[in-house]
């Protein structure tokens, strides 16, 4: 929850000709991380909460990306790309640990 709510923050600084696309898609896939979580852990059985993080892993994926292509373009520091690749990245670890504890 915190990681969406700081690249929503950060996507905001974008340029104006990128809201309708990086910036769009960055949002998009920072919150559909916990949407998935969320919907997968509510009333459902083991492999379709499984399914549901495998979900949330490939939109954390697509933020690395978008990470990336937000620091190629110029839009964001190394220092902020920094810090936020780590935080996706142990994100990312604790994930899929988590998946794999799921039976």
């Given at each position: 929850?915190?990681?969406?709510?700081?690249?929503?923050?950060?996507?905001?600084?974008?340029?104006k000709?990128?809201?309708?696309?990086?910036s769009?898609?960055t949002?998009?896939?920072?919150?559909?991380?916990?949407l998935?979580?969320?919907?997968?852990?509510?009333?459902?059985?083991?492999?379709?909460?499984?399914?549901?993080?495998?979900y949330?892993?490939?939109?954390?994926?697509?933020?690395?990306?978008?990470?990336?292509?937000?620091?190629?373009?110029?839009?964001?520091?190394?220092?902020?790309?920094?810090?936020?690749?780590?935080?996706?990245?142990d994100?990312?670890?604790?994930?899929?640990?988590?998946?794999?504890?799921?039976?």
């Amino acid at each position: 929850m915190d990681l969406g709510e700081e690249l929503n923050h950060l996507s905001n600084k974008f340029p104006k000709t990128e809201i309708y696309n990086l910036s769009s898609q960055t949002r998009r896939a920072v919150d559909s991380i916990a949407l998935n979580i969320s919907e997968g852990s509510i009333g459902q059985t083991n492999p379709e909460f499984k399914r549901f993080m495998g979900y949330s892993i490939r939109s954390l994926a697509e933020v690395v990306t978008c990470l990336h292509k937000a620091k190629r373009r110029g839009y964001i520091s190394g220092q902020e790309f920094d810090k936020y690749y780590q935080d996706s990245f142990d994100l990312m670890n604790m994930m899929v640990a988590f998946k794999k504890k799921i039976n």
